[in-house]
């Protein structure tokens, strides 16, 4: 069965940190490009950070640029996003996203496996 399962949400005051992680089983990461997305109550689905099969190319949206560095473990099978100064408007739910394609893309509609998704709450 093929699973991504992410993990690593939580409550975290402004200003911490957290990693999330997405885990792959049933199948291997190595070819596929991987998205971090997140949505917040009341609001559309937010693409946050992408990377490349290869992991030589990556991305983020705006509103996480120079505080989020998205990796990947391909000996692991995994994919990590590390959440720096974290905001309140921060606050969604954040799932992960494998595509069949190794290019690197924001766009939720071109990813075919998602996870179950993570709380990640930001307050104090």
């Known amino acids: 069965q093929l699973q991504l399962v992410e993990s690593g949400g939580g409550l975290v005051q402004p200003g911490g940190s957290l990693r999330l992680s997405c885990a792959a089983s049933?199948?291997?990461?190595?070819?596929?490009?991987i998205g971090w997305f997140r949505q917040a109550p009341g609001k559309e689905r937010e693409g946050v950070s992408c990377i490349s099969s290869s992991g030589g190319s990556t991305n983020y949206a705006g509103s996480v640029k120079g505080r989020a560095t998205i990796s990947r473990d391909n000996t692991k099978n995994t994919v990590y996003l590390q959440m720096n100064s974290l905001k309140p408007e921060d606050t969604a739910v954040y799932y992960c996203a494998a595509r069949l394609s190794p290019a690197c893309t924001l766009t939720a509609d071109l990813y075919d496996y998602w996870g179950q998704g993570t709380q990640v709450t930001v307050s104090s």
């Open positions: 049933g199948f291997r990461l190595n070819y596929d490009a």
